[in-house]
């Protein structure tokens, strides 16, 4: 089954308001967490990740929360802008394995003028 | 800085005929390469990985293969295509194999429809 599961499509947020991203995982061994960033017609980008041993991790206007007992993940943009509309792709990776990253089918944020 | 090449950028092909798409990164040695493959409407999935020239593990079966001839190349074919083949296929590469999971670098990756 899918072990990373992203439960909303879609999110249409005003300009200057703050997106939120959510992510469900399965595997109780993940201990590695990203989020990438996809505009059409391209290919995904790491935006920002973060290991088990923190809750939460922030660069600039993004910041990453880790709820490890819940086993779900979440991406905070303040201050949104239009260029932020994008798919976002979350991504959960196991220690051992590499690269093996399981990804989510991504959410459709747009950020309204 | 490091790049990486994919082609071709799109292809269509007939079911039954063969595929081979192929993936370059320059400026990095001794990459660990993978390929992904996303069908319409579905998730990004692993299909292969490579940590060294000449070695490539598979890790969904899809009636593909992949080899490493060089460093810096990495090739995705088949003899027979499927219908279930078509989607979007990149190729990526990272610097580390170890304990934990590392960033991937995406290429700009092949839309493949077959018909």
């Known amino acids: 089954g899918q072990q990373v599961k992203q439960s909303s499509p879609s999110l249409t947020v005003q300009e200057g308001g703050i997106s939120i991203l959510n992510c469900d995982y399965e595997n109780d061994m993940f201990d590695y967490f990203a989020w990438y960033k996809k505009y059409p017609d391209n290919s995904p980008t790491l935006l920002i990740s973060v290991r088990s041993n923190v809750d939460k991790r922030e660069d600039g206007r993004l910041t990453v929360f880790l709820n490890k007992s819940g086993k779900h993940f979440s991406l905070h943009i303040t201050a949104s802008q239009p260029e932020d509309t994008a798919v976002y792709l979350c991504?959960?990776?196991?220690?051992?394995?590499?690269?093996?990253?399981?990804f989510g089918k991504g959410a459709k944020l747009t950020v309204s003028p | 800085a490091q790049t990486i090449h994919q082609w071709p950028v799109a292809e269509i092909k007939a079911v039954g005929s063969p595929l081979s798409l192929g993936c370059t990164i320059k400026?990095?040695?001794?990459?660990?390469l993978y390929w992904y493959w996303q069908a319409t409407g579905g998730t990004l999935q692993q299909l292969f990985y490579s940590i060294t020239v000449g070695q490539v593990e598979s890790v969904v079966q899809l009636n593909l293969s992949a080899s490493r001839p060089k460093d810096d190349q990495f090739i995705l074919s088949t003899e027979k295509l499927l219908l279930s083949h078509s989607g979007f296929y990149l190729c990526a590469w990272s610097l580390h194999w170890g304990g934990s999971a590392e960033t991937l670098y995406f290429g700009s990756g092949t839309r493949l429809t077959v018909l």
């Open positions: 991504a959960a990776g196991e220690q051992g394995t590499g690269s093996k990253l399981s």
């Open positions: 400026g990095k040695s001794s990459p660990n």
